[in-house]
C-alpha cells in the first residue's frame, strides 16, 4: 500500500510563490503518473496537474498554465507543485493523486 504526505502549503500574499511536496512511501515500485488535485470552499475537486513519472511529461489545467510547474524526484519517490504568481482563487486544499491513493491535502490560502 502506497501512502501520500502532502507538504509546503500555507498563507501568501497575491502574487506571492509556494512549494507544495508530495512523499510517497510504500510500495511505491511503479512507473504510475502522478497529479495534484485541489478543492475550494464549496467547489467539487478539481485536476491541476499532472505528471508521467517514467519521462516526466507534464499536462496543466487552464488556469494553472505559465504559474504553476509540477515536477518529481525519482529517486526520493517525491511529487512537487511550484505555485508563482498565486491568486486568491488559487485558495483550496491540494491533494496529491497516485494510482487510486490520495493524500492528506495541505491547505494553500491566497491572500488579496
Known amino acids: 500500500q502506497v501512502q501520500l504526505v502532502e507538504s509546503g502549503g500555507g498563507l501568501v500574499q497575491a502574487g506571492g510563490s509556494l512549494r507544495l511536496a508530495c512523499a510517497a512511501s510504500?510500495?511505491?515500485?511503479?512507473?504510475?503518473?502522478m497529479a495534484w488535485y485541489r478543492q475550494a470552499p464549496g467547489k467539487e475537486r478539481e485536476y491541476v496537474a499532472a505528471?508521467?513519472?517514467?519521462?516526466?511529461?507534464?499536462t496543466y489545467t487552464d488556469s494553472v498554465k505559465g504559474r504553476f510547474t509540477i515536477s518529481r524526484d525519482n529517486a526520493k519517490n517525491t511529487l512537487y507543485l511550484q505555485m508563482n504568481t498565486l491568486k486568491p482563487e488559487d485558495t483550496a486544499i491540494y491533494y496529491c493523486?497516485?494510482?487510486?491513493?490520495w493524500g492528506q491535502g495541505t491547505q494553500v490560502t491566497v491572500s488579496s
Open positions: 493523486y497516485r494510482a487510486g491513493i
Open positions: 505528471i508521467r513519472w517514467s519521462d516526466g511529461t507534464p
Open positions: 510504500g510500495r511505491t515500485f511503479g512507473n504510475y503518473a
